[in-house]
């Protein structure tokens, strides 16, 4: 997952820790969820770019699944 902060947009590369993306959730600090994204033919070495331009600047949660119920839960702050 890169840049860290981020500012517009959010990538997550496939194949880190999931070698597909079935779901992705941003949360904030009180466990809102504001972002609910579901992907279904994001496989092994593709990307994903997720728009996060209309998030305030501050810290929020992500949680991304795959097919198979594996979680990977991460941080990342949203800037300016």
Do not use: C, H
């Amino acid at each position: 997952m890169y840049p860290i902060p981020a500012s517009d947009n959010l990538n997550i590369a496939i194949g880190e820790d999931l070698n597909t993306i079935d779901k992705v959730f941003i949360t904030n600090s009180v466990g809102q969820t504001l972002i609910s994204k579901d992907y279904s033919n994001i496989v092994n070495n593709d990307n994903v770019d997720l728009d996060i331009s209309n998030l305030i600047p501050g810290l929020y949660f992500i949680e991304i699944s795959d097919k198979d119920a594996n979680v990977i839960k991460r941080t990342f702050v949203k800037i300016q």
